[in-house]
């Protein structure tokens, strides 16, 4: 079965700061992998998803199938980054299910 | 589009109640979720619905929980009768054709005293 782990269920960096959010997956197929995020008071919403190979508010994502890793990172931390990062695995095709991380909780500092 | 919409926000009741909760997904999206979200556990995908059919249950706790999708524009997750542990916040999320992404609802907190 599928799993996706985020080790780090809280970080807290400095406004200016790199960031780094770790995900890590077991499948046995080629998943599709994406962030989701949660920011106060809102609903939870994608972030970017690997297939896109975007940027999305400075934020990036690549996938190393070797480690089995999807890395969320972003060079300079803003407040407004503040927010819970959930990291998911679909297994592709016609199967639209997703298995989520249990999140981090990303506090930027000022 | 008011997006995903769940009712009601927040619910109290009392151990052995049986408790509703309900779904309106976006407009022309064919597939809906029901997840749950604790601290011990994180966000868990409890049954899902393709075309108003019944994809993948796997995640229903147990007989308790029961899920329907009578047309397009309605699901309801269904708790018979409600335990303490089954306090969390459930989502609905749904998603349409063509992209792989899940749009979610506010959420229903559920507090079972």
């Known amino acids: 079965a599928q799993r996706v782990t985020q080790p780090e269920k809280l970080l807290s960096v400095f406004k200016g700061a790199p960031v780094e959010l770790k995900c890590n997956y077991s499948?046995?197929?080629?998943?599709?992998l994406f962030w989701y995020v949660q920011y106060s008071r809102q609903r939870l919403q994608l972030l970017l998803r690997?297939?896109s190979r975007e940027s999305i508010k400075g934020f990036t994502a690549d996938l190393n199938k070797g480690e089995t890793s999807f890395h969320l990172k972003k060079p300079f931390a803003q407040e407004e980054d503040s927010a819970m990062y959930y990291c998911?695995?679909?297994?592709?095709?016609?199967?639209?299910?997703?298995?989520f991380g249990k999140g981090t909780l990303l506090t930027v500092n000022p | 589009d008011a997006g995903v919409i769940q009712s009601p926000r927040h619910e109290v009741t009392e151990m052995g109640q049986e408790v509703t909760l309900r779904c309106k997904p976006i407009s022309g999206h064919n597939s809906l979720f029901w997840y749950r979200q604790t601290m011990m556990r994180g966000l868990e995908l409890l049954i899902y619905f393709n075309n108003n059919v019944p994809i993948d249950d796997s995640g229903m706790p147990e007989d308790r929980f029961s899920a329907k999708m009578p047309n397009a524009s309605f699901s309801t997750l269904k708790i018979q009768p409600s335990e303490p542990r089954d306090s969390a916040v459930y989502f609905c999320?749904?998603?349409?054709?063509?992209?792989?992404?899940?749009?979610f609802g506010p959420g229903t907190r559920l507090t079972v005293l």
């Open positions: 499948y046995s197929g080629s998943p599709e």
């Open positions: 998911a695995l679909s297994e592709g095709g016609s199967n639209y299910k997703l298995t």
């Open positions: 690997h297939i």
């Open positions: 999320a749904s998603r349409g054709t063509g992209v792989n992404e899940q749009f």
